[in-house]
């Protein structure tokens, strides 16, 4: 996203402003050398992702760690403390053992004392899509940057990076039989299913065996094509949403999932939730789907091999998206948080039951206490017990919300 500024001058020219991504190259040997600091708990800045265990929320604050948030009363969250993990995007928990990344590596810290956590192990370089020297260990991230140029792009590797309309993502999981998992939202790309975890970059699926929690193992990488961003699972299946379609792997031997089937739509932006008949997929335009389209799509899966597209509705600029029975939660980006009454799915566009435009939005949680909603102005929850009405309940506000 970018806007203009009309340069003060005799000649006709214009000056762009970006929040652009800039290429830095680091060391990972010295970021492996920094300790990891449990810090006492601090403002939030700019909400990444977001997971719920327990009576705690886990908000990623991206690149720099994840802020602990007691939870267990939703009209009165406090914040706990910050676990300062270099380069962290994504998270997940399974019996109180987080999993986070830090750039290349998995990280596994013990929680069970969340005021006491400790790093257990680390798995070096198996997000090596980063790297650019492996012998070196030589990675490449992005800083986030204000620039001004008489060109409209800045380019950088041969794209432009403009942070305006990057994602944010979330990483989500269902129970598993003995082991005791957290939630996250549609916009996931770790998730956790059968004493596994899996992880999505923008081409691969990479699958680690955690039957003991704390000691992660690297089983194989999966090659998925291109633009893959988000991951869903449910009932024994992966749901992978990418720029082009969605994927659906079979995941009953949990070390092998095998694909089933592969959804294509327009190129767009695309997370998805699902239920035992339906696919609920959110597209959208965005930075590398320009020529998208804003809808929600409706999928017949009743047969996985065979994926059907039962519906779309127009929408204005859909992100993630959560259901609860038959009550789905949309986040329309900066137009705000819509409700629909899904039990008929021909009918959705006549059962939209709220629109909330004072709530932007990018994600929802749907908790056991609250619907759990998370924006570019912070994480705010509501009593969703009568669906057709939304109680606001608390706030978390961030401290420099960003204008989108």
Same mark, same amino acid.
């Given at each position: ?334 137009? +705000?948080? /819509? $409700?629909?009454? #899904?039990?008929?799915?021909?009918? &959705?566009? %006549? ?6 435009? *004072? ?7 749907? +908790?056991? /206490? $609250?619907?759990? #909603?998370?924006?570019?102005?912070? &994480?705010? %929850? ?6 057709? *009405? ?13 204008? #989108?």
């Amino acid at each position: 996203m970018f806007f203009t500024l009309p340069s003060c001058q005799d000649e006709v020219k214009s000056t762009y402003t970006y929040r652009a991504m800039v290429p830095v190259f680091l060391e990972m040997n010295s970021i492996r050398e920094q300790d990891i600091i449990i810090e006492p708990s601090k403002s939030l800045e700019n909400p990444g992702k977001i997971y719920l265990y327990g009576d705690y929320l886990f908000i990623n604050e991206p690149q720099k760690g994840i802020h602990i948030v007691d939870n267990s009363n939703p009209s009165s969250p406090f914040q706990v403390n910050f676990i300062n993990i270099p380069g962290n995007v994504d998270l997940a928990i399974n019996s109180d053992i987080l999993y986070a990344d830090s750039y290349v590596d998995l990280l596994a810290f013990d929680i069970r004392d969340i005021r006491n956590i400790n790093l257990v192990k680390r798995v070096e370089n198996v997000f090596e899509h980063m790297l650019v020297d492996m012998e070196k260990s030589t990675i490449i991230t992005y800083k986030d940057t204000i620039l001004t140029t008489e060109s409209e792009f800045i380019w950088g590797w041969g794209r432009p990076w403009l942070i305006g309309n990057t994602d944010i993502a979330f990483s989500g999981s269902r129970a598993g039989e003995s082991q005791s998992y957290g939630q996250g939202g549609s916009m996931a790309r770790f998730t956790l299913m059968s004493g596994h975890l899996y992880a999505v970059d923008e081409q691969s699926l990479r699958v680690f065996e955690v039957l003991d929690p704390a000691q992660p193992k690297h089983l194989k990488n999966i090659h998925l094509g291109w633009g893959i961003e988000t991951i869903f699972p449910f009932q024994q299946k992966l749901f992978i949403g990418s720029n082009t379609g969605m994927h659906i792997y079979d995941a009953s031997s949990p070390e092998s999932p095998k694909e089933m089937a592969v959804y294509q739509h327009i190129t767009a932006c695309d997370p998805v939730v699902v239920n035992e008949e339906y696919a609920f997929v959110t597209l959208r335009r965005g930075m590398f789907c320009r020529m998208g389209v804003d809808e929600l799509q409706v999928l017949d899966i009743r047969n996985p091999y065979l994926p059907k597209l039962v519906k779309a509705y127009p929408m204005l600029n859909p992100h993630g998206l959560a259901l609860a029975g038959d009550y789905l939660y949309l986040a329309e980006g900066k137009h +705000g948080l /819509k $409700s629909f009454n #899904v039990a008929d799915v021909l009918r &959705v566009d %006549q059962n939209q039951l709220e629109f909330l435009k *004072s709530m932007p939005s990018v994600d929802i949680i749907p +908790g056991p /206490k $609250s619907l759990i #909603v998370i924006g570019p102005e912070g &994480v705010c %929850q509501f009593d969703y017990s009568t669906p057709q *009405s939304l109680k606001p309940l608390s706030c978390i506000q961030v401290k420099n919300p960003i204008v #989108v």
